[in-house]
């Protein structure tokens, strides 16, 4: 990390730091034990996300215990078997496998220990296992990305119809799903004139975006405005295809997702339009600010999102900052 | 100790190994009065019902001098089959399990017998294909089962810190210590890991001790997987990846030579039980996930050494002592 980035992270903690310091009595979460049971330290987010939690954990004087189980369900059901043993005053749990867990947020609700879920939500069928999940929501997620295309048609100047077509992730899982839902919900509703053409898999993968965008464009010819990429990743295949079919991928309006170091430089040469920022840093603090209150004994929701705020050149520094770059 | 001294059954190295396990107890529980709790013993049990279990059938094949590197595809395997074969009744899904796993340690005991190829190159093979299987089985997701009933009374606490899941596991040692100690057909798998021309020449079953650590090593690995889903409900692909390496070490940690011939299913159960309570101690101590990893390394390491050493030297004053005893 150098000198710029790492200044970042501390701009950005400390102002984490700052927000929940002030005015907060941490009566009953101050010197309360929380085990916070995690997937990995070995991926960006992840780092930050528990970064973040440790920070406002630490804020709120809670007396945290961490436990990493490198995304194996198996270890995960047994580190819950060896928390529980311990009684803390809550654990926060990052689900390793979102279905494996239901078992164990069982065990943790017979204990009768206050849980908060982070980051994964089970299914909400099992919702009466929780107390409070916080993370993203990639409807919300699915949504910005939507009201990026609408703003994009209008400084654009492209009028209020035109083609667009969806490059998704991996068929079957939730992001590619719910991503899709919340753009298309947010068209539907907002610019009927916005329509989406086609969709194609890009299963989270460059190449596999560039296969599927350059079927799209060949399909649809010149009459493509704007496409939206589920990940920023796919957003530079869709450039790469656009590009070979003859098309100034500039003048299209091209809305990504993730806020990924791609997605950043896209933005910045002025080839993507819009991302939507996930914040991992949020993630982590919501987490941490959800237990605090829920030891504190305030009224907390049941399910709290993180925003999805949408970064254009504009505001394209939210995005560094947020991932701690 | 007096009473341990006394025993001729035990050995130097086995010596080494219960000093250590009883070592790691004492310091986990000065340091963390929490570790020798029942809920956390009961935990720590838990993680031995899935390791013991892969290691027990492992080792066998490595007393025969072999080894079957399919096991940790096969739990994922298991699993699967397990839900989706068990999707109205969990208890035909684990028949169906054993009875694929069974298939496959016969096919990857004839193999190595009839083609004479290293059970290395074979099993390779084999945890690959298992692997394709169970991507195939699982079609990208994740299977899941809202039959949580059987699980919940594997899992529910028995005796404080026991489930019917690590008596299975236990009862499974006990089974396979029997059979190895008690049984011509136990005493021709060590001789065949030892001396395998000299197996052969004295008649020795050769194939048929291929055939049952196979068979036993797919079918330990197959129960440990249906076992394992039904307790998470779920069942994954990806399940099982880092568990060979895991029960590997346990094997060796409990005196398993990579040689063949030597160990048996009660020293692995001491190896598979000196990782548990370690990596449970040093997770309730609060050690990250990478340093638990270095630890079993270093443990894994220290103890091949040791074996050398300190094995020979404990099996000296054993003799000594023993003589002094008689005199």
């Known amino acids: 990390m150098n000198f710029a980035k790492l200044t970042k992270l501390l701009l950005a903690t400390t102002v984490v730091g700052g927000l929940m310091a002030p005015g907060m009595a941490f009566a009953a979460a101050k010197g309360a034990k929380v085990i916070l049971l995690t997937v990995t330290e070995e991926c960006e987010y992840c780092a930050l996300h528990q970064r973040a939690f440790k920070e406002v954990a630490a804020a709120a004087g809670i007396d945290l215990e961490v436990k990493i189980n490198n995304y194996d369900a198996a270890e995960q059901a047994s580190q819950v078997d060896q928390a529980i043993a311990q009684k803390p005053d809550a654990i926060v749990l990052w689900p390793a496998d979102a279905s494996a867990i239901v078992p164990s947020l069982r065990k943790i609700k017979q204990a009768g220990i206050p849980l908060v879920i982070t980051n994964s939500r089970p299914d909400e069928k099992y919702s009466q296992f929780w107390d409070v999940f916080t993370g993203p929501s990639d409807i919300g997620n699915g949504e910005s990305a939507g009201e990026a295309m609408i703003k994009g048609f209008s400084d654009k100047k492209l009028g209020s119809d035109g083609k667009v077509f969806i490059v998704e992730g991996v068929p079957g899982t939730p992001p590619q799903i719910q991503r899709s839902q919340g753009f298309e919900d947010v068209l539907g509703k907002k610019a009927s004139g916005i329509q989406v053409a086609g969709k194609q898999n890009g299963n989270w993968d460059q190449t596999k975006a560039t296969d599927a965008a350059a079927a799209l464009f060949t399909q649809l010819g010149s009459s493509v405005k704007g496409v939206y990429a589920q990940a920023d990743n796919m957003m530079s295949g869709v450039i790469v295809a656009a590009k070979r079919a003859g098309i100034d991928p500039a003048s299209l309006v091209l809305v990504g997702s993730n806020c990924s170091i791609e997605g950043v430089n896209q933005i910045k040469d002025g080839t993507q339009y819009a991302t939507v920022l996930q914040s991992p840093i949020d993630d982590g603090k919501y987490a941490a600010q959800a237990v605090a209150d829920l030891l504190d004994g305030k009224k907390v929701e049941k399910q709290i999102f993180l925003p999805h705020e949408i970064i254009t050149k504009a505001n394209v520094a939210d995005c560094n900052a947020a991932l701690g770059r | 100790m007096a009473a341990i001294r006394k025993s001729k059954m035990i050995s130097g190295a086995t010596l080494l190994r219960l000093v250590l396990l009883a070592a790691l107890v004492a310091t986990f529980a000065i340091w963390n009065p929490a570790f020798i709790s029942g809920r956390n013993l009961y935990a720590l049990m838990q993680s031995f019902a899935l390791l013991g279990m892969v290691a027990l059938g492992l080792s066998l094949t490595m007393i025969a001098g072999e080894f079957d590197l399919s096991v940790g595809s096969m739990v994922a395997v298991g699993g699967l089959i397990t839900l989706v074969i068990g999707a109205g009744n969990l208890v035909h899904g684990v028949v169906a399990a054993l009875a694929f796993a069974v298939l496959v340690g016969l096919v990857n005991a004839f193999v190595i017998s009839r083609f004479k190829v290293s059970s290395l190159v074979v099993s390779v093979g084999s945890m690959m294909a298992l692997s394709g299987f169970a991507f195939w089985l699982a079609g990208g997701k994740v299977i899941s089962t809202d039959n949580f009933d059987l699980g919940m009374a594997l899992d529910d606490p028995l005796l404080t810190v026991l489930s019917w899941r690590s008596v299975v596991t236990l009862a499974a040692f006990l089974l396979v ?43 330990t690995a197959a129960l440990a997987g249906s076992l394992l889903s039904m307790s998470l409900a779920s069942a994954a692909a990806t399940t099982g990846s880092t568990l060979m390496l895991q029960a590997v070490s346990a094997a060796i940690v409990g005196g398993v030579a990579l040689s063949g011939g030597s160990g048996t299913p009660a020293h692995v159960l001491l190896g598979s039980l000196i990782l548990t309570v370690m990596n449970n101690g040093l997770s309730l101590i609060g050690m ?40």
């Open chain 2, 177 to 219: 210590g029997l059979f190895m100690h008690y049984t011509l057909m136990g005493r021709d798998i060590r001789v065949v890991g030892s001396k395998p021309q000299v197996a052969a020449a004295s008649g020795a079953r050769v194939g048929r001790s291929l055939v049952i650590v196979f068979v036993l090593s797919a079918a």
């Open chain 2, 288 to 327: 990250g996930a990478t340093g638990i990893l270095f630890a079993n390394g270093l443990v894994l390491m220290g103890i091949v050494l040791l074996d050398g050493q300190l094995g020979a030297w404990m099996s000296e004053r054993l003799a000594m002592s023993r003589a002094v005893h008689s005199a």
